[in-house]
């Protein structure tokens, strides 16, 4: 991943949420509060996909949300990382057999990293984005 | 405006056009209406009696699709359910959004998930599927179930 | 000058079927007109509770949403036993409140947090998330997890507060009541909160009883409804606390109701410990059929009431399941509470109801249709800190 080391140092996410419960949206939010604090890894949550280095993507994909999910994927600058959080976005989840769905995310959009857990603890989240920049290189 | 008794005033004001009237418990009604007369029945309990209008939803039965309208009492305890069979062949109603606020979402979504026409919609469109949704695909519809 | 512009916001929002999509159609500064668009995170779910278990349906609901992971699995159980006709023992209606009143003072605090991150106070939002963490380890505690409990069941609860474990919840319990009553008496004092949140966002009386708001959007409008009273189910007949109303109905009197209740959820929780030293018993009835009928169950969440009505024909698995989330009935307040608002006043007002925002924060694309000019939900989030900036600086504060 050669072309990624000018990442290394300060990530920007954005964060993307296709149809959750809500739940690993709050966990990710958590790591930014004083408790977890992603900013110690120079990790920054941006309200805009056009600043953002990597998308962190919950939810098992509505097919409301689907051109939308890609939409924003093709907006973001290169290079561009995509992290799956939780169980849905990883496979759809307990959501699987309904009639809305079409993920799961990798289906569609080229996904790096994946953090399963229903939903993942905030420690589990902070190590696979550490995991992430440890892969950087 | 509200009696006190306001399951009693319904009985009343309505008694020969119930078609069935249960008693589950002393908190849970279900009563039964013909589909004409549900703008009345919805004006009655909740301008008249002033009940809160909880929500809607709809059942596909093998005879009809049933809409039901919950309604509470708060401050009785009490939860009135007004069930209409709408028959399959003129799936149509008569919406009661216009009387009561509340009802407008949840109309449109019993239109689309289980294609029931309500008439005189303040604003019959979309709400939830995606705009590639085919026409005509009701996803709460029943298919026969084989399996049970 | 007078041209009236298109304002998008959305899509997304964690309830069932509420993601939401904004159209804010502004007159220069003036909101004239709203247009909700939601389904965006519709999973299907009454569908998929077709073909679930009873005992696994509880699990499906309480992925409806993550921040209200025991309101919908208590309404679905309260469905199921009034359907069946099952009494449940009362430690485990003790135990239930204390998971549904846990949940009500970490949403409120989730709330507070992000109110201030809207209008520009993140100071208010990483102090109260920093206060939120000791309630989430309470949860840990109690059930094991973070969010999704798991802990109800038809019949009963899945698990048991042992009674070594009482005096440790009660330590943090007060602990967490000390920071809480700091970070209430800070935002309730303060000047520019008040300057921004007072008189804005007014929903009537009247209006909060005709488009059937429920829950704290009800109750800071004066219609003083509350489930957990009007129909005592769980442990909420047995022990002592108040509905907490407010007259005005601005953004204000929201923060107000949602302050207060963290009191009396303090209050309820303490009562259900102290009764639980006493109650011995089981923690849940054996359900061994559900038989053909209907059944309606509902819970005061923390957004407001939520209703559950299922349908079964005798099987194991339910014919019909339908939620109702609050937010459903009090996001369609915002046709009257944001038209004559500023556009800066417009993310906080409908911020206000608690439609869990943290998800709405991207895909937001505002487009000036005449001028072909693009804004984005930051945008307007800058509009609206920007407003507290002015404030401040008209109140001569200059802190941050």
Same mark, same amino acid.
């Given at each position: ?55 962190? !993507? ?54 790096? /990293? ?24 | ?148 | ?29 003036? !909101? ?59 430690? =485990?209606?003790?135990? *239930? ?43 840990? =505690? !109690?059930?094991?997890? *973070? ?28 602990? /967490? ?106 923690? =849940? ?34 014919? *019909? ?14 046709? !009257? ?64």
């Amino acid at each position: 991943m050669g072309k990624f080391w000018a990442l290394k140092k300060s990530i920007w996410v954005f964060h993307m949420c296709t149809g959750s419960c809500n739940n690993c949206d709050i966990e990710i939010l958590d790591c930014l509060t004083p408790k977890f604090d992603l900013e110690r890894f120079g990790i920054l949550l941006v309200g805009s996909i056009r600043h953002a280095d990597v998308i962190l !993507v919950t939810g098992a994909v509505t097919r409301k949300c689907l051109p939308r999910m890609k939409l924003t994927w093709e907006q973001m600058p290169q290079p561009k990382l995509v992290v799956g959080i939780g169980s849905c976005a990883l496979s759809t989840g307990i959501f699987s057999p309904g009639y809305n769905i079409v993920g799961p995310v990798d289906k569609h959009i080229p996904v790096h /990293a994946y953090v399963p857990g229903c939903p993942p603890k905030p420690e589990a989240i902070i190590d696979g984005v550490v995991k992430l920049v440890g892969s950087l290189g | 405006m509200s009696s006190p008794d306001p399951i009693a005033a319904i009985k009343a004001e309505f008694k020969d056009r119930i078609v069935s009237w249960e008693e589950k418990s002393p908190k849970r009604y279900y009563i039964t209406m013909p589909r004409e007369d549900i703008t009345k029945v919805a004006d009655f309990i909740f301008a008249k009696q002033g009940a809160r209008f909880i929500i809607a939803s709809g059942v596909d039965t093998p005879e009809a699709i049933e809409i039901l309208y919950h309604f509470a009492f708060d401050k009785l305890n009490k939860i009135l359910t007004v069930k209409v069979p709408v028959p399959k062949e003129r799936c149509e109603i008569e919406s009661i959004a216009p009387i009561i606020a509340g009802a407008n979402w949840i109309e449109r979504e019993i239109a689309e998930l289980l294609g029931v026409n309500f008439l005189n919609h303040p604003n019959p469109k979309r709400l939830l599927l995606a705009e590639d949704w085919p026409e005509g695909k009701y996803p709460l519809r029943q298919e026969p179930r084989s399996n049970r | 000058m007078n041209q009236k512009t298109i304002i998008p916001v959305g899509p997304f929002h964690p309830l069932q079927e509420e993601p939401e999509f904004f159209e804010l159609e502004v007159e220069g500064e003036k !909101v004239i007109d709203i247009t909700v668009n939601i389904g965006y995170n519709h999973r299907s779910i009454e569908k998929i509770a077709e073909s679930k278990t009873f005992d696994q349906m509880v699990f499906l609901v309480e992925r409806i949403c993550g921040i209200c992971s025991t309101s919908h699995p208590i309404a679905n159980c309260n469905a199921v036993e009034d359907l069946a006709g099952i009494e449940i023992p009362e430690r =485990a209606k003790y135990i *239930r409140s204390i998971v549904g009143e846990l949940e009500r003072l970490h949403s409120h605090l989730l709330w507070a947090g992000l109110a201030g991150h809207f209008i520009g106070y993140n100071t208010l939002w990483m102090w109260v998330w920093k206060y939120r963490e000791p309630i989430l380890d309470l949860f840990e =505690a !109690v059930t094991g997890n *973070r969010n999704h409990y798991a802990m109800m069941k038809p019949g009963g609860v899945r698990q048991d507060i042992e009674e070594g474990a009482i005096p440790a919840l009660s330590k943090g319990l007060d602990e /967490a009541e000390k920071k809480i009553e700091m970070v209430t008496k800070a935002a309730l004092d303060d000047p520019v909160l008040a300057a921004r949140l007072k008189g804005v966002g007014i929903l009537s009386k009247e209006e909060a009883i005709d488009y059937c708001a429920v829950g704290p959007t009800a109750r800071a409008s004066g219609v003083d409804i509350d489930v957990r009273k009007d129909e005592p189910y769980a442990a909420y007949g047995l022990v002592d606390w108040k509905i907490i109303t407010q007259e005005d109905g601005d953004v204000f009197a929201k923060v107000v109701v949602r302050l207060l209740e963290c009191f009396e959820s303090i209050k309820i929780i303490r009562q259900c410990l102290q009764k639980l030293k006493t109650t011995k018993g089981d923690i =849940a009835v054996q359900v061994k059929e559900i038989p053909p009928g209907e059944g309606i169950g509902h819970h005061e969440a923390p957004r407001g009431e939520t209703f559950h009505y299922i349908r079964s024909d005798g099987s194991n698995m339910p014919v *019909r399941l339908k939620v109702r989330a609050p937010t459903y009935v009090n996001l369609p307040t915002c046709k !009257v509470t944001v038209p004559g608002e500023s556009v800066a006043d417009a993310t906080i007002i409908l911020a206000a109801i608690d439609p869990c925002y943290c998800c709405t924060e991207r895909l937001v694309k505002v487009i000036d249709r005449e001028r072909g000019r693009k804004w984005k939900w930051e945008d307007l989030l800058r509009l609206s800190r920007k407003k507290t900036e002015r404030i401040k600086k008209r109140m001569g504060i200059s802190h941050e």
